[in-house]
C-alpha cells in the first residue's frame, strides 16, 4: 500500500518510515479529534467549565507537550536513537482515551488531557528528527508536509466520526468519547510495528546520526544564531494562534447546533489537509521563507473576520483561511529548524523549538480565555490578529538561512 501510494504521488524519494509515520499520526489524530471536536462544548454546556478555564486547561497541556518535547528531543540525540520514544509517546496516549470516557468530571478529564499532551510531547521532537534523518534535504519540505497532510486526514475524518455519532445518538458524548479509544490502539500497534530508526551505514546525508556529547548547555550553544531566529519567529507565530476551541466556541455565537461543532475542524483540517503537501513542495522550488510570509498574512486576515463577525459566513471564511495558514506554515517551520541543527542536535532542535512554542501556547490561549470573559470573542482574535503582523514583521530574520 505505501509503496503504491509513493509512486502514485511520486514520492519516491520520501521514506517508507515516514509514510508510516503519517499513517500512525493520522489514526491518533481519529482519536484526538473525535475528543477535542466536543470537549470545549463538553466542558463548559455539560460540565460548567468557563472559558477562562478553559484557555488555561489548552494552554498548560500545550505546554506540556513543548516541554515533553525539549527533554525527548535532548534524550534521543544522547542515545542516537528515535523509535523507542516515538513508540511510547504513542502508545501512552492510548492508554489515556479511556479516561475520558469513563470518568465524566473536570478533574479527570484534566488529569487525562495532561497525560495525552505529555504523551503527545516524547514522541514529537524524536519524530521529526527522524523524517530529518531519513530524508534528503532537498526533498524536507515534502516529508514534513506528507506526515502533516496524513496528520490532518485524521483531524478530518476524527470530528466527521464525532458529528456522525452525535447525531445518531442524540449528543451521547461518553458514546463518542468510548468509540474514540480504538483508532488510538490501533496507532500505537502500527507505530509498535512499523517505525524504524535510520539505519547506521547509509549515505552521508540520510542515515542514523551520531550520539551527541557535552552538557546540555554546551549543545544549546552549537544551536548558534540562526536557530535562535527560528526559534523566535516560530513563538510569534504560535503566540499569534490562540487555541481551536475557540473557533469551535465562536461556532456557538455563529448559530451552529451543538452537534454539528466539529464542523469547524472538519472544514479547518480539510483545507490544512490539501495545502500541507503542496506547501512543503512549492516551497522547496520557490523558497520556504516566501511561503512561510503568506501563511503569516493569511492569519492576520483569519482574524481579523472572526473578530468582526460571528454571523455563519464569516465562520466558514476565517476557518477556511486558518486551515490554508496551517498548511502553508507547519511544515515550513519544521524544515526551518531542522536546516539550522547539526546532525547530532535534532533531536534537541526540535525540542527547545516546541518548548518555546508551547510557552507560546499557554499565554495566548490563557490569554484568549481571560479576554473571552471579560470583553467577548472578538478581544481575542483582535490580540490574535496583532500578534500575527508581529510574526510577519519577523520574518526577515530568516532570510539568510536556506532550509
Known sequence: M????????????????????????????????????????????????????LGLIEGIAEAIVSAAKAFSGAWSDRIGRRRPLVVAGYSLAALTKPVIALFPYVGPIMAARFVDRFAKGIR????????????????????????????????????????????ASDADFILVFAIAVVPALASALLAFAGVADAPEAAAPEVKRPPRATGTLAARLRRLGAPFAAVVLVGFLITLARISEAFLILRSQDAGVPLWLAPIVLVVMNIVYTLSSLPAG????????????????????????????????????????????????????????????APSDLRGTAFGVFHLVCGIAVLVASTGAGLLWDAFGGSAAFLAGAGAAALSLISLPLLRRIAP
Open 281 to 340: 513542495q512549492l516551497g522547496d522550488r520557490v523558497g520556504r521563507l516566501r511561503v512561510l510570509a503568506a501563511g503569516c498574512a493569511l492569519l492576520i486576515v483569519a482574524q481579523l473576520v472572526l473578530a468582526f463577525s460571528a454571523s455563519p459566513i464569516a465562520l466558514g471564511v476565517g476557518i477556511l483561511l486558518w486551515g490554508l495558514h496551517m498548511g502553508l506554515t507547519q511544515g515550513l517551520l519544521s524544515a526551518f529548524v531542522a536546516a539550522t
Open 2 to 53: 505505501i509503496a503504491a501510494l509513493r509512486a502514485r504521488l511520486k514520492l519516491g524519494a520520501i521514506p517508507r518510515t515516514v509514510f508510516v509515520l503519517g499513517f500512525v499520526s493520522m489514526l491518533m489524530d481519529v482519536s484526538s479529534e473525535m475528543i477535542q471536536g466536543l470537549m470545549p462544548l463538553y466542558l463548559t454546556g455539560v460540565l460548567g467549565a468557563s472559558a477562562a478555564l
Open 124 to 167: 514529537g521532537a524524536p519524530r521529526d528528527a527522524l523524517i530529518t534523518d531519513l530524508t534528503p534535504r532537498a526533498h524536507r519540505g515534502a516529508a514534513f508536509g506528507l506526515r502533516q497532510s496524513l496528520d490532518t486526514i485524521g483531524a478530518v475524518a476524527g470530528p466527521v466520526i464525532a458529528i456522525a455519532l452525535m447525531l
